[in-house]
């Protein structure tokens, strides 16, 4: 039987990436960045579905590129990082917040902890609308 496991993950999100500015989780109800979150988590639960990806509990490395008008970023690259890290990790940490607002949103998780995380990317590019793309990558064990 052939392993059909993905590798690698990518995919595009209109609008901006939540941000992590203070130490309320984002995925919490009621946070101001609710909107950005629940766009990541659908974008990031369909590709998932779509490509039968898995969530490695090795390393990974996460990618993000945001496209924005020139001279328009609306926050610096660890900001943006840190929130859509802190939604794509598994949400059990977090359990003690109550997620019930999330619904099956609750589930999506490309991997399970930050501590997995060897290399993070951060890309800009220039566009007329704001959107962004997200990889998630798991990486080889380096022995």
């Known amino acids: 039987m052939q392993d059909t496991h993905a590798l690698a ?13 203070e130490a309320l989780s984002a995925v919490t109800a009621g946070h101001r960045q609710a909107t950005r979150v629940r766009a990541l988590l659908r974008a990031a639960g369909t590709a998932a579905q ?52 999330l619904g099956v949103l609750v589930a999506v998780a490309l991997y399970t902890d930050d501590r997995q995380i060897r290399r993070l990317s951060y890309t800009e590019e220039p566009a007329a609308e704001y959107s962004y793309r997200v990889r998630v990558a798991e990486t080889p064990t380096v022995v």
Request: net charge positive; charged share 15%.
């Open 50 to 101: 779509r490509t039968g990806w898995t969530p490695p509990t090795g390393p990974v490395e996460i990618d993000l590129t945001l496209r924005c008008p020139p001279g328009h970023r609306t926050s610096d690259a660890s900001t943006l990082l840190g929130g859509v890290c802190a939604v794509l990790a598994a949400k059990k940490r977090v359990s003690t917040i109550g997620l019930a607002h």
């Open 9 to 21: 993950l990518t995919f595009e999100v209109g609008g901006l990436p939540p941000v992590r500015t």
